[in-house]
């Protein structure tokens, strides 16, 4: 994890969106809603629980005056469980182009963020173990996602006020 805390700290500067995606009711494809959800508690301004429809928030990223916007979502590489992967837009572009369970890819999302130039689009995804229905995350996830949460704190912002929940702008 010490080239990932790397990653995160030379390419998270300025001002970070956190979004965090997913779906809190289908186990381990809850990770970046929960995630989101601790950043927000640990006092992170800037972060989107965007859910399942992180579409509905290009226009603010991409006019939000971000350095940087960091997706969370679990996503499908077929490591074992549990497993992080940091990606760059181009990366993202390329590993997950057009399919995908949000109605726009993140590849897509990402590209239209970077529209106006000034603002970068990170992934951290996860390789979850189960997407089935449940509450909980899994065990290798919830590990995953506890050292994703301490990495985070140690890079992003705090002391300011949330900009957005799910369903809620200000």
């Not at 579409?55 to 499908?76: K, M, N, P, S």
């Not at 490591?79 to 837009?89: E, H, N, T, Y």
């Not at 182009?97 to 239209?112: E, M």
């Amino acid at each position: 994890m010490a080239d990932l805390r790397d990653s995160l700290r030379r390419h998270l500067r300025g001002r970070v969106c956190l979004v965090g995606i997913g779906d809190p009711e289908r186990g381990d494809d809850g990770l970046g809603v929960r995630l989101a959800e601790a950043m927000r508690l640990l006092g992170h301004p800037d972060v989107i629980v965007a859910e399942r429809t992180p579409e509905r928030w290009i226009d603010h990223l991409a006019r939000g005056g971000y350095q940087a916007v960091l997706f969370v979502d679990a996503v499908e590489m077929g490591a074992s469980p549990g497993a992080a992967v940091f990606l760059k837009s181009h990366q993202v572009e390329a590993r997950y182009p057009q399919v995908s369970t949000h109605k726009i890819s993140l590849g897509t999302l990402a590209r239209l963020i970077e529209t106006n130039g000034s603002t970068r689009v990170f992934l951290l995804g996860v390789q979850p173990e189960s997407v089935r229905a449940a509450t909980r995350l899994s065990a290798a996830v919830e590990t995953t996602f506890a050292i994703l949460r301490d990495l985070l704190a140690g890079v992003l912002p705090v002391n300011t006020k949330v900009l957005a929940v799910y369903g809620v702008q200000p």
